[in-house]
């Protein structure tokens, strides 16, 4: 099998144990739901306002832990693979593919990003505005930007969701609806760059076609990191 024909992903190991245990289906899917629910209130809180920034990682901490907590007792309890969550250290089909994957992806996002700046100058007459961060905060914007928001995000937007979703509606539509629910999460970030609104289906890909939660974090992590360093080369 060459390279483009590994691209696909028609069946996956996430959730699939959950077919014939309707239970923890129900009880992830709730849990799921709530956790993601109170994500975005917590996220929508602080862009309006109404929520002091200072409290959201702590915020988002505990609802990722209530999640993970939740959803290991269930699948325990249950008595199904931790595979089916994503635990799993077995990369599949190889680190190999993943490596020549995270390329494309990222080359893929940048193309995009590129053309849709294009567009704006063209349009505008300007290049759009890349603000840079401050360089005396840049371990803390690593910190953060490579680490944290990965974990929580993946945790959150890909097993949070797809572990219940793709069992439900199929790969594509699961991919197709988790793309569309990553591109609001940034929207309300108040950060509505093209890269962020195609990356969510690229990471849910990932995760149903790698079998692990240790893909598209890494994806993530990697991503964000090139984003961050472009734009504190080129910000102003």
Known sequence: MNFVQALRCSDTTIGSELRNHHKAFLVLMIAGTLALAADLAIVTSTRLGYLEGYFQPYLRTAVCGIWMLLA????????????????????????????????????????????CAGCYRWYYGNWPDLPRD???????????????????????????????????????????????????????????????FVAGYFLAWAYLKSGTLWVPIALHAVGNLSAYLFQFNFGQ
Not at 75 to 88: D, M, Q, R
């Open 134 to 196: 401050s360089t005396y905060f840049w371990s803390e914007s690593l910190f953060w930007t490579c680490l944290f928001y990965p974990l929580w995000e993946e945790i959150l937007y890909r097993q949070a969701m797809c572990v219940w979703l793709v069992p439900l509606v199929g790969v594509k539509t699961c991919i197709l609806v988790n793309g569309l629910l990553f591109a609001a999460l940034h929207f309300l970030y108040g950060n509505p760059s093209p890269d962020n």
């Open 72 to 115: 290991v007792s269930t699948v325990a309890t249950a008595e199904i693979s931790p595979k089916t969550l994503g635990f799993s250290f077995r990369v599949s089909p190889s680190i190999g593919f993943w490596i020549k994957a995270t390329l494309v992806i990222l080359g893929i996002i940048s193309l995009i990003a590129l053309g």
